[in-house]
């Protein structure tokens, strides 16, 4: 498993990569017209035995998500496609849509055919002003070559694609909040049942994907189901973008199959930066139970990820040495948590709130012991209590860093102060 599978990724260091020319030239929309020539249940069922899972966090299976769709409803069918990607260490879709936007735009074309729906919407984050000047002109690009737009390639299909810039909020990928967003309301979780699959967007059948998800689906119907099945594990089958930032010394993003090793990626990566010891890492972004040094050879797929006690997630790896304090990092993500709650249910809304408020006093050297249970108590109360995943996601970091460091925390109200601060009077190294 110490090969990378550049797929999504191979021709990001090309010029042009991102015009429909650069994407034709390696074979781009080749995978739209057999699509098109396709019955749509074929296509659903090529993307179920193909194995794909959602690449947005939670893992569930494509084709199953698709199949859903009630069929010969009389109803409009919509597909979203959730580009607000908004995880604190995650960088994947971002990129992926600033250096090669047309496999989207072919995958949504592919997606949208197969569902029956001939409207879609790209929802992407406000704030990436240069992504969305990327997507426009790709998407403006597909519509002159016919690939988007009335009677797509003389097969008789119809198909809108809408791009649609947010406000900002971390809320709005949790996909039904991004849905109340998109029909120009406040974004808040939806209450389930119904789920989108039946009543969605404008309250009609919808199919939320992540973006590369969707990105995934030209190279499964132009290479095969068993192709795309024959990487990554028996349960988490193909490839994924897993992001490497923090203190390594080549950050960046690694495509490799699903079940590769942390070890593996840091040997890619030329290892820990300046030779320093690895301490913790997420596993999947900031709202998942961290990991530490003894995780290294956890493959990296979603069931050995969740048998180890955390999350695979985004695949956002955020990796931390010997130099970082952990009630810190802990700290400043709650704090992104607590602002970032939507104020919907009382568990999320207060519960961060207190969160940061002791979190921040531990991390001054103010706090005691029993404030370990307190923060332990408050997570407890959260997880699975809130309206969506954001609380859960926000007691994660808490509960599993306090697991692994719990002396970590003692150490800050023993000497009155973190002892990581250059100014303190004792280093956690000579303590």
Not at 403 to 410: A, G, I, K, P, V
Not at 416 to 423: K, L, Q, S, T, V
Request: aromatic share 10%.
């Amino acid at each position: 498993m110490t090969t990378l599978t550049p797929i999504l990724t191979k021709n990001w260091d090309e010029a042009d990569s991102f015009t429909r020319a650069g994407y034709e030239r390696g074979g781009g929309y080749q995978a739209v017209r057999t699509a098109l020539g396709m019955n749509p249940d074929d296509i659903i069922q090529a993307v179920k035995d193909s194995g794909l899972r959602g690449r947005g966090g939670a893992g569930f299976p494509t084709g199953m998500k698709w199949g859903f769709i009630p069929q010969g409803d009389g109803k409009p069918h919509y597909l979203v496609v959730n580009a607000d990607e908004s995880e604190p260490g995650t960088c994947k879709d971002i990129p992926l849509m600033m250096a090669n936007p047309h496999a989207l735009v072919e995958g949504v074309i592919i997606t949208s055919f197969a569902i029956r729906a001939n409207h879609a919407f790209i929802y992407v984050r406000g704030e990436v002003l240069h992504v969305i000047r990327r997507l426009q002109a790709a998407i403006a690009e597909a519509y002159e070559a016919g690939y988007l737009g009335a009677n797509i390639l003389g097969s008789g299909y119809d198909l809108e694609l809408t791009l649609h810039t947010g406000a900002g909020a971390y809320i709005c990928g949790e996909e039904t909040a991004l849905l109340d967003s998109l029909e120009g309301y406040r974004g808040q979780p939806r209450l389930k049942p119904p789920f989108p699959a039946v009543a969605g967007l404008y309250a009609a059948p919808t199919v939320i994907n992540n973006v590369e998800s969707i990105a995934s689906v030209p190279s499964i119907i132009g290479n095969g189901a068993e192709w795309f099945a024959s990487m990554g594990t028996e349960k988490s089958k193909g490839f994924g973008i897993f992001s490497l930032s923090g203190h390594v010394t080549r950050p960046g993003q690694y495509e490799a199959p699903l079940g590769i090793t942390l070890r593996e990626l840091l040997e890619m990566a030329g290892g820990m930066r300046n030779g320093k010891r690895l301490k913790f890492w997420t596993p999947g972004g900031s709202s998942t139970p961290i990991f530490t040094e003894e995780h290294l050879d956890v493959p990296l797929d979603f069931e050995s990820v969740g048998a180890a006690g955390s999350m695979l997630g985004t695949r956002a790896l955020q990796i931390f040495d010997e130099s970082t304090c952990v009630v810190r990092a802990v700290l400043r993500w709650t704090e992104f948590y607590a602002h970032e709650s939507c104020g919907k249910c009382t568990p999320c809304r207060e519960g961060t709130y207190w969160l940061k408020q002791v979190l921040a006093r531990l991390e001054k050297g103010q706090g005691t012991e029993e404030d370990l249970g307190t923060i332990t108590d408050i997570a407890d109360n959260i997880l699975g209590r809130s309206f969506c995943a954001l609380g859960d996601g926000a007691t994660s970091p808490i509960t599993s860093s306090v697991q692994y460091f719990r002396d970590e925390y003692l150490k800050h109200f023993e000497i009155g102060g973190c002892p990581f601060d250059p100014a303190a009077s004792t280093l956690w190294a000579d303590a």
